[in-house]
């Protein structure tokens, strides 16, 4: 079972006539629950509760009427999934593994910061690129098993690794095709 509860309370702080603050924090109470037991059969009882507090900031600049740039900064987490958890092995037929849960994850929290400058040329078009930034704190991996799996398959667990970062850039195009019609 998972059982979630969150609230959230943001505000909007207008700074000037060009820029805007949107800032917010989100507090979940989630509960991941799992009932099973290993292949020799040891129980195995999962129980997570975890409260996140999660805070956002959004500060957007209008540099003219149809132009802007914008910087966030946020937390959010990812959960392990229940197949992730599970203590049982189950066999992957497209890559040829056996991939084999692990009761002990732990909740990734993660940093995010982006960038971005946007462009609306009309009401129903965008134009827009933007940076973007994560740190990862436990998060979920896979991870290879040696020494485990015979006839030629590989066995995996799921665990949580030290911390990984990633970084990226997007563009997003959104073009009206009502003047074609």
Known sequence: SNKLFAAYTGATLIIAKT???NAGIRAEQNTQQLTSQTFGGRPVRVANPVLSILPSVNLARSI???AQVRLAWSTTVNRPEFRELAPFAFYDFSFNNVLRGNDSLSV???QNVDARY???????EVMSAGLFYKHFTN?????????AGSGGTRNFTFGNAGSAQSMGAEVEL???????V
């Open 118 to 124: 946007e462009f609306y040329p009309s009401t129903s």
């Open 19 to 21: 820029t805007t603050l």
């Open 64 to 66: 003219t009427e149809r």
């Open 174 to 180: 959104r073009r009206s095709l009502g003047t074609l």
């Open 108 to 110: 990734a929290t993660v």
């Open 139 to 147: 998060p979920i991996e896979m991870f290879f098993l040696p020494g």
